[in-house]
């Protein structure tokens, strides 16, 4: 049943030479990779409005300038990543370019900070697009967890069961998304060209602003800089691409950068012109289509898709968290398991453990993640410095053609990137204190487990001159529970790989019950020797062992094996197990960790 | 750690020869046992009130010839319960009564009730404690379900830890909960005595009430009879009582009836004589109280001691249902574990079963059970019916000395029994009616789980003439994931038992990877032969049974017995055991329900 669920929910298993037809081309990439950053332009012109208003509207002219800085930075990003995909055709980002150029720990710094930022996009997207629909429908609100969830779990099954089919539906209301941003953008300069908006509601560029510091300004310029979070998915997810990859990606990265730089400029420069406030009940967005349009359909169509992107951004850590995750595995810091590809041939543990993770986060905070936004920031733009740090040591140490060009690129782009975090930090560091706690735990956490996975294969790796004991025989326990056709059979099979000894192991919880029960054996099974052990506690594991470590200790002197038989019969039903005592079970799991002992489970299987 | 903590809650294990000094004497006996019964008077005769003002407060004179009906039928479950506990000395009160006299059906319908009816009590109490604790304290009102939840899993450490312990620290409660009311009830007459008490506050008896009728006046009864529950539960647990247990059990019954009777009576007079109406946001008790000595210490002791008893009745639950469930078990109509004494002699099983179940409905109802009230009194009639039923028929049957008076005795309880379930279904249909579909349904289980155990039992069962085929021959087959000290270890172990054949499996995922494996292999184990499968779908479950069905349906022909053996390294510490794969349970756990097959784990130590 639990199977045909599966099927139904995920779709047939894929062969493994099926994977080219899993990769994406451009215009479904840029749907699936974009959706983030894109998103973010839903919020983050309202971001720098926020900190303005501190001061007085008159400071909000500051947006323009502030607006130019976040483009400058923007443009830094996108050809600073443009290089990194053409050098790094394999995909990783940050994390492979901190590490190959600035060393291990450097990329585990950038592969650490990012694996985090990818569960808290998932959380804060879709507790953000949990928000946008509850605003829509005011008597959903009080299930805005289970609905955050519900939308957590459906693009999980989405994302199992794999990424072109999951690009066929998330693609559609990334392209309204962009659609209606367009025709408000459009629509909104075209009012203003015409005259039909009110030349007073802005101050003009340059108005003179009591009590307006650098340090606002640049605390303004950080907080916009969040409309930036997702730009580094793309050279993550090279291999998604179909061939040649390098270059659809960076096709695929320009487009999004030009249509993200659009989108943000329309946005701020109608926030401007209309002299829109932040108000706490209503977004910035809605304020422009509102007094672009009215209340009437188009209005609705902007909000809906825009709650729509903010639930289809999470999908961006959906394709970046797994495959960071495969590069962290690859070299052995995490587990093992995240290099598998499911049925559906994407990596499902990957994609399961961010879905867990974000979904608990979602729980812990009962959706409210708003306060998460900050250390989700600066968790961006410490791979963002680290990356381009990375690519000036390249540039420096390699010196290709035309090099002084990319390294001033590069310069650029890692100035401002750590000027942005070093603001986060000074201006909110009440919010992101945690990441100093957390990159260095986990940069421990990935040693611990790369040092763990070398001891393990210097272990395993069969050298030539290491001596193996040889077995000189073997003894076998086989504990029993009473004179049944589940003792039998465990006897004979037993009997038949002759073995240098078998003992039977009863342990009585009374006296009488104990000289009754070798009395039955004697007639029963005489040739097999039977030890009764007797418990005052009424427990089978604590004496069982106490035996088998006296035999065990005897038995290693003279290089024999151990091996420890348990009878256990097998009901027809699976659900007929909890009418049975789970001995066997416990004995097994129990006995496994004791040294040079093999367990062995005869089944008998029941007939009804 | 998890056993240093289980200590620490629980205590050290007791031996199976101490149980005698965890029996009960006859003062805590009252204590744990008759916290139920003695608690509902809090709540008793205000059920009554609550259907009597549905017709007028002149109406409320009823209540003395309602207590009279609610006390002549306390002392015929008193005497008839007296009676079972030296009919039945083994205890299981109403189950075996009704099993051994009107049939098994019977007996089952009646233990089913009580199995239900005792988590329903834990529920049921603990919830109104701690509505009776956020009462007082209305600023921990938020956190009712989490106290409810603690509350009983406080009662469920105490019980683990062995039932005489828990007796000394619960007695203390239910004899100050007894002194306060008699207290109350003294200085109560008292002042009625001397004429401090208005006599024009009630209605004479025998005052003519327009619109009174019998049916009303039975739904009454009925409603004051919910402050009975809980008096079968001292015949359930006389194996509990130190010896002669019968004898300690039959004292302590009648001393708990009469305290029922004072206490019961008591309350009723008072909130006649005082003329007092039910109100939502004030008990009766309370009312009572507060008229008798004002707001003050006094008060405050009643009250307490009053939320106190309710959260105890609880435990009444917790002495009485796992004694019955091994009634239940030792006949196998439920699970065997519910036999097995733990660590402190309890029966562990029971106790937290119980405490998971009403965790669990205190969760689901969000802490408002009084909708369970009904449910829960008509499961308690049910099985009184029964036992007095049961009774009667065995009087008949045996004829004893003296058995036309006890047949009169059980003939008025069982009357008056059944007449207060009819009139439950009858008034309050729509909140019982889950009863006739439940009953049947736990019914229907029990059996099934007997006929379960009697089919494992005859198949377990060796008889002379049966023939068991003989083993001829082993076949090993051991997966190997590559050339390494765990696989060399594995082999070798087969090697020294000298089965016939011993065939290596290797699940490649690529072509390549295939060759050359076997190319490898040729040269490390050229006298082992080695199977290596294609996967395409990346599983290595599914191919690898494919192959194990194939060996084994040619083995069976043979009568060779088909052992896999799985080659597990086990890591120094469990928390490595998250980076590997864990494939080998996942194969383990899949072969062994498979026939024939007897799966072997060879362990391999890692030193580091």
Known sequence: MWYALKRLLIGQPLKSNELGEQKLNKTKALAILSSDALSSVAYGPEQILIVLITVSAVAFWYTIPIAVGVLILLLALILSYRQIIFAYPHGGGAYVVSKENLGVNAGLIAGGSLLVDYILTVAVSISAGTDAITSAFPHLHPYNVEIAVILVVFITILNLRGITESASILAYPVYLFILALIILIIVGVYHILMGNVAPDLHASLGTPVAGISLFLLLKAFASGSSALT??????????????????????????????????????????????????????????????????N????????????????????????????????????????????????????????????????????????????????????????????????????????????????????????????????????????????????????????????????????????????????????????????????????????????????????????????FEEKWQTWQPDVRLVTLHSQYRSIIHPLTKFIDTVEHKANEANFRVTVLIPQFIPKKSWHNILHNQSSLLIRAFLLYRRNLVVTTVPYHLKK
């Not at 730009?231 to 179909?242: D, L």
């Not at 993200?260 to 406030?277: D, E, Q, T």
């Not at 910035?284 to 209340?295: H, P």
């Open 230 to 295: 997702g730009v580094e998915a793309i050279s993550n997810a090279i291999p998604n691409f179909k061939d040649p990859g390098p270059n659809n990606a960076s096709k695929t990265l320009m487009a999004m950068g030009l249509l993200l730089a659009i989108l943000f400029s329309g946005i701020v420069y109608l926030a401007y012109y209309y002299g829109i406030a932040p108000k706490a009940q209503e977004t910035v967005v809605s304020q422009i289509a509102s007094q672009t349009f009215g209340r």
């Open 297 to 516: 359909v188009m209005y609705y169509f902007i909000q809906g898709t825009t709650a729509m992107i903010l639930v289809l951004a999470a999908n961006t850590g959906y394709s970046a968290f797994p495959l960071l995750a495969v590069n962290l595995a690859k070299d052995k810091f995490i587990a093992r398991m995240f290099t598998i590809r499911g049925d559906r041939l994407g990596y499902s543990n990957g994609i399961i453990f961010l879905a867990v993770a974000s979904i608990l986060l979602i729980i812990a905070f009962k959706g409210k993640t708003e306060h998460l936004i900050p250390l989700y920031a600066v968790g961006v733009f410490i791979p963002f410095t680290l990356a381009q740090t990375g690519m000036l040591v390249k540039w420096i140490r390699e010196k290709p053609k035309g090099w002084v060009l990319k390294l001033t690129v590069n310069l650029v782009g890692a100035l401002i990137s750590f000027t942005v975090m070093m603001i986060f930090f000074l201006t909110k560091f009440g919010q992101v204190w945690a990441v100093l706690i957390f990159l260095p735990l986990i940069v421990f956490i990935f040693h611990r487990i790369k040092k763990h996975y070398e001891a393990v294969g210097e272990q395993l790796r069969i050298t030539t001159c290491e001596p193996t004991i040889p077995i000189e025989g073997n003894i076998m326990i086989v504990p029993v529970a009473g004179i049944t056709h589940v003792v039998e059979n465990s006897l004979n099979y037993a009997k038949s790989l002759s073995p240098d000894q078998i003992i039977a192991v009863y342990v009585a919880f009374d006296r009488d019950a104990e000289k009754q």
